[in-house]
């Protein structure tokens, strides 16, 4: 069996347009547009190219969109002080820090600062308890709730199913088990949270009807490891070398794709698969926390 291929590209497309329109119409009915800011320390370009596309991806949905970026030296004072102007704009109805913070600024502390209701990362503890708890109306982070989006959209619903995850970060692992446990629409599976440390880790992955990798490392889950049929989301991306490249690298996931599309009935590619799904959430949050702040909860 050759697997379906699932582009979180078009994916994304789709829904980037779906929230557009959601942006028109609550502009229609309240007079103003949902407001993004994002914040970035230093000048990694990796962070900066990230922080770039969720500006652009906002702007090209009718999201006002503000970047503040800071240099590297800048202390956790400063940046807290930017955190609580934000979070007291009214206009301002997300905040995203990009991450990795410079070593000087406690990462823990700046996140927990930001109010949860514009905590569109879903990173702060009260957004990680309450999705725990499965309070309705949490901002999930973006990543897992792409995965999710993937999976009913593409008519994988996890309903019932087992679902096999490999890496337990704060980011990927840990809210997507959260997500997928939740009673209800996208949720209601049976879920495994595997990792670096699980004994016959590809035993474990081969029960997964559902398998979703985010272990950061490349080409990790290989065809044996697969069960057929299986449908595989790939959440790696991985920097190896390539002389060929123009860029002396090239990405590639956790998953060894060649070889894995030939075992599963589904699977996402890297680049093209969760990625653009992460930064589309990013804005369905956005509206999400704007749409909660009218109703009282922001
Ligand atoms: N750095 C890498 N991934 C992320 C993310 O999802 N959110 C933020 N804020 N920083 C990141």
Do not use: W
Request: with cysteine.
């Amino acid at each position: 069996m050759t697997a379906e291929v699932i582009s979180g590209t078009e994916l994304a497309r789709t829904i980037r347009e779906e929230i557009r329109g959601q942006v028109s119409e609550f502009e229609a009915a309240h007079g103003s547009v949902p407001g993004l800011a994002t914040v970035l320390v230093g000048e990694d370009p990796a962070s900066q190219a990230y922080v770039g596309m969720k500006n652009r991806a906002a702007q090209e949905a009718g999201i006002h969109s503000r970047q503040i970026t800071f240099p590297a030296e800048t202390s956790e004072a400063e940046l807290l002080g930017c955190v609580e102007g934000l979070n007291a704009d009214p206009g301002i109805h997300g905040i995203l820090v990009q991450l990795p913070l410079p070593e000087q600024v406690r990462e823990e502390v700046v996140l927990e600062a930001v109010a949860p209701h514009k905590d569109v990362d879903g990173f702060h503890p009260v957004n990680v308890g309450r999705l725990q708890a499965g309070v309705p109306g949490v901002l999930p982070p973006c990543t897992p709730k792409g995965i999710v989006e993937i999976l009913l959209r593409s008519g994988h619903d996890p309903e019932g199913k087992h679902a096999v995850i490999i890496g337990r970060s704060n980011i990927v692992g840990r809210p997507m088990a959260s997500l997928l446990l939740q009673k209800g629409r996208g949720g209601n599976a049976t879920v495994t949270v595997a990792h670096s440390r699980t004994r016959d880790l590809a035993e474990v992955a081969r029960q997964g009807e559902i398998l979703i990798v985010a272990i950061g490392r490349p080409h990790f889950v290989t065809a044996s490891m697969v069960r057929p049929g299986a449908v595989v989301v790939d959440v790696g991306v991985n920097r190896v070398d390539d002389p060929n490249s123009e860029r002396g690298y090239r990405l590639v996931g956790d998953v060894a794709f060649d070889e894995v599309r030939e075992v599963a009935g589904a699977i996402t590619p890297v680049p093209g698969g969760v990625g653009p799904m992460t930064i589309a959430m990013l804005l369905s949050n956005t509206l999400q926390a704007a749409k909660a702040s009218l109703e009282g909860h922001g």
